[in-house]
């Protein structure tokens, strides 16, 4: 596993910072849900969310999404359930997890981001409600004592058949995939999210930089995922609490792989699928700003707000020579990246 180089107190600091997160990221969860029915009901659910959303039909882009959450489930901390990551074919900006390790992320969710350091810290951030157990105890907290009878109607042998068990159990699940959770179980996620890809080599900084555009596609009037709304209104403490944990896990060659994922983009459809839009590549030249990009690919330069969201860059942006830029049209073929 790749280390960034860094001064001993700064890798001591780190290191520090990493334990602690992990620390704190499964020390505060209670459940009376085992971890056996976890996984049992996780993959149950598993058939009702692919049933609802339908997974992407892109092998090449599902293998990667899981190389990179397997990257990160490595790092120290993580609770060792069977962890499966798929990539849902919606185009909502959403990510979620249920218990027992299963992880999911939209193909909107995908486009909304411009770094695999971004993936691993969405992919993180859920694996660390995965790790906490926040699922189980937010169906502890919603169906009380009776999570007993209900968990094990579900998970045991003799009780699957059981409709109307599972039935309050999906619904639970349902309430906390549309509405996400509470702020200080958020908060924990994020921690160990940071810490995850530290260990994991990527740029801390991925979690607070995703975190950002989130709030601000929110802000021009977008949807996104639970994971920042839940915690309105002091999404802007969370993010600057990000910032500051990020800084401390320290400095250094950390991966960003922004060329590199969005190269895995290429062709995804992007919007309703009724628009027939889908994800394109330009590569840029040297000292190009986003809004030559924009009077270029988009036929507007009124369009560069719209593709600097897109691809995490300012309106001002100078680009370096070859970097790639996303951007959504119905007439370029896939694989011919703009030059």
């Known amino acids: 596993m790749y280390t960034p180089a860094r001064s001993i107190g700064g890798w001591i600091a780190a290191s520090l910072f990493v334990a602690v ?10 459940s009376i849900i085992t971890e056996t029915q976890e996984i049992e009901i996780g993959r ?4 009702e969310i692919q049933k609802r959303y339908g997974d992407l039909d892109d092998p090449a882009l599902q293998a990667y999404v899981v190389s990179v959450g397997r990257r990160v489930i490595e790092a120290p901390g993580v609770r060792p359930y069977p962890y499966r990551f798929l990539v849902l074919d919606s185009p909502e900006v959403n990510a979620f997890a249920v218990p027992g390790g299963y992880v999911y992320v939209t193909r909107g969710m995908l486009a909304a981001l411009a770094s695999e350091a971004e993936l691993a810290g969405i992919l993180g951030h859920e694996i660390g409600h995965v ?13 009380g004592l009776q999570v007993l009878t209900l968990g094990l109607a579900v998970a045991s042998p003799g009780g699957r058949e059981n409709a ?4 309050q159990v999906m619904n639970q699940l349902s309430t906390l995939i549309l509405l996400g959770y509470s702020r200080e179980a958020e908060l924990e996620a994020d921690g160990a999210a940071i810490a995850y ?14 975190l950002r555009r989130l709030r601000q596609r929110e802000r021009l009037g977008g949807v996104t995922y639970p994971g920042v709304l839940s915690t309105h209104p002091d999404s802007g403490t969370r993010i600057a609490r990000a910032d500051t944990f990020a800084s401390l896990a320290g400095s250094g060659p950390h991966a960003i792989g922004e060329d590199e994922y969005k190269s895995r983009l290429d062709g995804l459809a992007y919007g309703d699928r009724r628009d027939g839009e889908r994800i394109r590549l330009y590569k840029a030249k040297g000292g190009e700003t986003i809004v030559e990009v924009a009077r270029t690919v988009l036929g507007d330069p009124g369009g560069a707000w719209e593709l600097a969201l897109l691809n995490g ?5 100078v680009l370096r020579q070859g970097q790639l830029v996303k ?9 011919s990246i703009r030059p």
């Open 327 to 335: 951007y959504a049209a119905r007439d370029a073929p896939a694989g």
């Open 164 to 167: 109307g068990a599972w039935m």
């Open 21 to 30: 997160a992990a620390g704190v990221a499964t020390a505060s969860a209670f």
């Open 197 to 210: 890809l530290h260990s994991a080599g990527y740029d801390p900084q991925g979690v607070p930089r995703v």
């Open 313 to 317: 860059m300012d309106q001002g942006s």
């Open 131 to 143: 790790s906490n157990r926040d699922g189980a105890q937010q169906l502890t907290k919603g169906l």
């Open 44 to 47: 149950r659910a598993d058939l």
